[in-house]
């Protein structure tokens, strides 16, 4: 695995990947180690459909790569988990180092849609290793933590690191995570529609403890 969250993860949810050795503690990953990795074309179409690689016995129509950027803590992996798992990680905070990724197949109108979804680390220090990956994403989750002002006001940086690094027609959706600890909001749902509204992107607001809607 590429990185992190050893005590939170699930046995094999979570495909392999090589790491470099840890300068301190946890391990890291190089760029390229994990697949499909930044050397894929730029997004494109999306990819048609096959039966995956590596297990799982999933098949479906087409499949498209999802990222999730944002500061550390506003909750990238406790989405990503409770998406794939229906799981909230509950419990002790620890940081992603590096990227891992987790792959979803959902029925939409009756097609098989296979989401990539890469989980990036929020730490400044894991940027350049982050980077590499946007480019042959498909659509990005920016997440910011409503009871995080920090959080929110990063969203502009985040912004302008999409623009470097993404395609011109990547889809870019911002949301509003934790929304569940309403007494402690320190962000505005207009603040953020505004944002988004400058930003051009969609926002959602939502916490990951909420039941998902049934399938
Ligand atoms: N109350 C509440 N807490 C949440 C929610 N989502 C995540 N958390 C908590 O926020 C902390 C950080 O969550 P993570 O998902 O690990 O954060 P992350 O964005 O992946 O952080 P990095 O890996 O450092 O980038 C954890 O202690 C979670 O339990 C939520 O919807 N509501």
């Given at each position: 695995?590429?990185?992190?969250?050893?005590?939170?993860?699930?046995?094999?949810?979570?495909?392999?990947?090589?790491?470099?050795?840890?300068?301190?503690?946890?391990?890291?990953?190089?760029?390229?180690?994990?697949?499909?990795?930044?050397?894929?074309?730029?997004?494109?179409?999306?990819?048609?459909?096959?039966?995956?690689?590596?297990?799982?016995?999933?098949?479906?129509?087409?499949?498209f790569k999802v990222m999730l950027v944002g500061d550390s803590g506003v909750g990238k992996?406790?989405?990503?988990?409770?998406?794939?798992?229906?799981?909230?990680?509950?419990?002790?905070?620890?940081?992603?180092?590096?990227?891992?990724?987790?792959?979803?197949?959902?029925?939409?109108?009756?097609?098989?849609?296979?989401?990539?979804?890469?989980?990036?680390?929020?730490?400044?220090?894991?940027?350049?290793?982050?980077?590499?990956?946007?480019?042959?994403?498909?659509?990005?989750?920016?997440?910011?933590?409503?009871?995080?002002?920090?959080?929110?006001?990063?969203?502009?940086?985040?912004?302008m690191e999409i623009q470097e690094h993404a395609q011109d027609d990547v889809v870019l959706?911002?949301?509003?995570?934790?929304?569940?600890?309403?007494?402690?909001?320190?962000?505005?749902?207009?603040?953020?529609?505004?944002?988004?509204?400058?930003?051009?992107?969609?926002?959602?607001?939502?916490?990951?403890?909420?039941?998902l809607p049934a399938a």
């Amino acid at each position: 695995m590429s990185r992190k969250k050893t005590p939170k993860s699930k046995a094999g949810s979570a495909p392999a990947t090589s790491a470099l050795p840890a300068a301190n503690g946890p391990r890291s990953v190089r760029p390229g180690t994990a697949r499909p990795g930044p050397k894929a074309p730029p997004n494109g179409p999306p990819q048609p459909g096959r039966s995956s690689i590596g297990g799982g016995g999933d098949f479906y129509d087409v499949a498209f790569k999802v990222m999730l950027v944002g500061d550390s803590g506003v909750g990238k992996t406790c989405l990503l988990v409770r998406f794939k798992d229906g799981a909230f990680l509950a419990g002790t905070f620890i940081s992603t180092v590096g990227i891992d990724f987790r792959n979803k197949v959902v029925d939409v109108d009756g097609m098989k849609v296979k989401l990539q979804i890469w989980d990036t680390a929020g730490q400044e220090r894991f940027r350049s290793v982050t980077h590499a990956y946007y480019r042959d994403a498909h659509a990005l989750l920016l997440l910011y933590d409503v009871t995080n002002k920090a959080s929110f006001d990063s969203i502009q940086a985040w912004l302008m690191e999409i623009q470097e690094h993404a395609q011109d027609d990547v889809v870019l959706m911002l949301l509003g995570n934790k929304v569940d600890s309403a007494q402690e909001r320190a962000v505005k749902r207009e603040e953020a529609e505004k944002l988004a509204k400058g930003a051009e992107t969609a926002l959602h607001q939502g916490p990951q403890r909420a039941p998902l809607p049934a399938a």
